[in-house]
């Protein structure tokens, strides 16, 4: 099993639309959970951030953690064009060095 | 604010040829990793530093070597290409994984023919 389990996609959702991404995870030490946005042939930026459980929102992101489900999911409202990009989600264990990421998700917003 | 700076911006290898990828940051991280990302596969970790002079392997070190000789370079090196070591590489640095992002740096495009 992986530790981070995030589903591909491709997701392709019309302008305007609520998107809804989500990642599974296996060990129960993560405790900071990211959200990075990557666009074509660019690295991959940070997106929204949370610490152990809980939810965070920023303008039209939200990101919520559910640590008794390991479940994180971010939320985009208001879907535009230029939020197409692929999401990956990411996460660290407390006094660990090393960041986890899942599979990213290709999301496709259509005019 | 130049951030995390990767060089070259793309290369083709023959099978068994070397060569190092370089990586720079100037915002003094003490912690540095490298990655390489597959199509799908997310990002996978090759290897990382938590300072000068210290250096781990991550998820998928095989063919692959690092050095840390300073706080801004942590280069790394594939000494016997393979078609497998076909991939884009990512450079990323934080002052600390616990409670802050990492930066990226914009890749290097590797094909092993």
């Known amino acids: 099993q992986k530790e981070v389990e995030q589903d591909p996609g491709p997701l392709s959702v019309p302008e305007g639309a609520i998107v809804s991404l989500n990642c599974t995870y296996s060990?129960?030490?993560?405790?900071?959970f990211m959200w990075y946005r990557q666009y074509s042939r660019k690295g991959p930026e940070l997106l929204m951030y949370?610490?152990?459980?809980g939810n965070k929102e920023d303008g039209r992101f939200t990101a919520q953690v559910d640590k008794s489900s390991k479940y994180i999911s971010l939320f985009i409202r208001d879907s535009q064009p230029s939020d197409s990009a692929t999401y990956l989600c990411?996460?660290?264990?407390?006094?660990?060095?090393?960041?986890?990421f899942g599979a990213g998700t290709r999301l496709f917003v259509k005019a | 604010n130049a951030g995390v700076t990767q060089t070259p911006k793309f290369r083709i290898l023959k099978i068994g040829q070397s060569m190092t990828l370089q990586c720079t940051q100037d915002?003094?991280?003490?912690?540095m990793y490298w990655y390489r990302q597959d199509p799908g596969m997310g990002l996978k970790l090759i290897y990382y530093?938590?300072?000068?002079?210290?250096?781990d392997k991550g998820e998928v070190p095989n063919g692959y070597n690092v050095s840390r000789s300073t706080t801004e370079d942590f280069p790394l090196r594939l000494e016997l290409a393979a078609p497998s070591q076909t991939s884009v590489y990512f450079c990323?640095?934080?002052?600390?994984?616990?409670?802050?992002?990492?930066?990226f740096g914009n890749g290097t495009r590797l094909t092993v023919t």
């Open positions: 949370t610490y152990s459980s």
């Open positions: 990323a640095s934080t002052s600390d994984p616990n409670n802050s992002p990492l930066h």
């Open positions: 990411a996460m660290t264990d407390t006094g660990g060095f090393k960041t986890i």
């Open positions: 530093s938590v300072g000068a002079g210290i250096t």
């Open positions: 915002m003094n991280h003490n912690y």
């Open positions: 060990n129960s030490a993560f405790q900071y």
